[in-house]
Each structure stands twice: as C-alpha cells, then as structure tokens.
C-alpha cells in the first residue's frame, strides 16, 4: 500500500499469515516489525496522518528490524 500523501512513509505492506509488517520510509530506509496484529495495519491505511500513526502506535511498540 502506498502513502502519497506522508511526509515519512512511502509504502507498507502486512503479511497476516506471520503477523509482519514491511514500512518502507521515504528517506530510504526499510523496516519490519513483527507480531503486529492486523488491526494495527489497518489503522495506519485509515490514519489521518501515517507518520504520526506509525510513530505512536507502531515505531516503540513493536519489534522490529532494518531489512537490507
């Protein structure tokens, strides 16, 4: 799912199979977090503001790694 509209995010993608989430930043980086339930996925598509939603429900409150 692509952000057009954030000044942070540029796509994020969920897997509810492994409960992944896959947030490509637009500066470049990329990142999955895990154990993220689905409802938290969907919130972020329905977020006024995605960079916001992310870093306040997302960024400290779930596991996560830069991927390469």
């Given amino acids: 799912m692509d952000f057009p509209d954030s000044s942070v995010i540029r796509s994020a993608d969920y897997d509810p199979v492994a409960r992944t989430l896959d947030v490509i930043f637009k500066g470049g980086g990329r990142y999955t977090y895990f154990n993220v339930p689905e409802r938290i996925f969907d919130a972020l598509v329905e977020a006024s503001s995605a ?10 409150q779930y596991s996560g790694r830069q991927c390469q």
């Fill in 51 to 60: 960079g916001e939603y992310f870093n306040s429900h997302i960024r400290d």
